[in-house]
């Protein structure tokens, strides 16, 4: 079962930190209102954003979310 698991699941692109900031300015919102939607903090998303840290696990899969369902998944 954990076989036919791991072939249905799509794999989550990376995000780097152009496609970050892109994403933010795309749905007008700041650095913490990103951090308290995808529970991280606004010094982790900025070291995204600069490329000090990479986005990974629930994170990474949230802000895949954020970009293929935007917004409303999130606020409603």
């Known amino acids: 079962m954990k076989k036919f698991d791991l072939l249905c699941l799509k794999e989550v ?15 007008h919102i700041s650095q913490a209102v990103l951090a308290a939607m995808i529970n991280t903090s606004v010094s982790t998303v ?23 369902k935007g917004l409303n ?4």
């Open 46 to 68: 900025q070291k995204w954003e600069v490329g000090d840290k990479h986005p990974s696990g629930p994170s990474l899969k949230l802000l895949n979310i954020l970009d293929k």
């Open 13 to 27: 692109p990376d995000y780097s930190p152009n496609k970050i900031k892109l994403l933010r300015r795309r749905y």
């Open 73 to 76: 998944i999130f606020v409603g």
